[in-house]
């Protein structure tokens, strides 16, 4: 009899123990973890400074937050202040006592020797991410107007099929690239992609133009985001176009 209730004794005890544990377990569990944004060191977009060269980083016009969800501030801070910023010093850093030195960005990608892949890399990669973040804005999307509007509905038939060829030529781009719209030597509209950091203003263009409208198809564009889901990414880039820049591109490059 006092063994039974000894046995009884303990399990009581040990019973009272598990509740205290699983009560402090729920207590642990029920404190809210950090969310992903909180769990990043965000910066400021102006305290990215390269260092001294010629030339300097555009200064972002938004936010680091300001295009999500469509790009998380995750996203665009790391694209913005590691692979811009690296591109921009190493651009600097080769062209530094050469004849390009002095020239401007279009200049030395006109120029500039196919052979010599540092160079060109990093050329490509400082214009391509200029003409990005300007091709971007906050509560932007839609469709674009006026003269832009024209040309492109002569040139493609309408907006929804410019748009379709787009989103295309950007969804079969095999590997790393660049898809862009153009503005070739006769002052016609036109699609066209890049490997790697190569555009339009080079050399070895298949189709050269003056670029109005850039879209990265690099991952470090949109895998944090989106992972292996590119079509997801093109699609949310066309929530966030800034067809009033991209206009003024186009006017711009119709006027030389």
């Known amino acids: 009899m006092k063994n039974n209730i000894f046995l009884i004794a303990n399990l009581l005890l ?15 569990v029920d404190v809210p973890l950090p969310t992903a944004q909180e769990k990043v060191a965000m910066g400021l977009p102006e ?11 555009e200064k972002l016009p938004y936010s680091y ?21 690296t591109y921009t010093n190493n651009l600097n850093r080769a062209l530094a006592g050469t004849p390009l030195e002095n020239l401007t960005i279009e200049e030395v990608l006109a120029k500039l ?22 091709c971007m804005a906050s509560k932007a999307g839609g469709q674009p107007t006026d003269l832009l509007a024209d040309a492109i509905t002569k040139k ?14 950007s969804e079969k781009l095999f590997g790393s690239g660049w898809v862009w719209l153009v503005v070739d030597k006769s002052g016609e509209l036109q699609i066209t992609s890049t490997q790697n ?30 992972q ?16 009033k820049k991209v206009a003024e591109n186009y006017e711009s490059a119709v006027k030389k």
């Not at 040990?14 to 642990?28: D, G, I, R």
């Not at 305290?47 to 980083?57: C, H, L, P, R, Y």
Request: aromatic content about 16%; charged content about 20%.
């Open 156 to 169: 493609f038939g309408s907006f929804e099929d410019f748009t379709s060829l787009f989103k295309n030529e």
């Open 65 to 85: 937050d300001a295009l999500a969800p469509n790009i998380s501030a995750a996203t665009l801070e790391m694209h913005y202040s590691k692979h811009y910023l």
């Open 113 to 134: 020797d196919l052979n010599d892949a540092n160079l060109r890399n990093n050329a490509g990669g400082f214009y391509n991410h200029t003409l990005y973040w300007g």
């Open 228 to 243: 292996y889901k590119r079509k997801n990414y093109i699609d949310a880039f066309f929530n966030v176009i800034n067809w």
């Open 197 to 226: 950091q190569d555009n339009p203003l080079m050399l070895n263009a298949l189709i050269p133009g003056k670029p109005i409208l850039a879209l990265d198809i690099w991952e470090h564009a949109y895998y944090i985001d989106y």
């Open 14 to 28: 040990v019973s009272l123990l598990l509740s205290c544990n699983n009560k402090k377990l729920t207590e642990v």
């Open 47 to 57: 305290d990215v400074k390269a260092n001294e060269g010629s030339f300097q980083m």
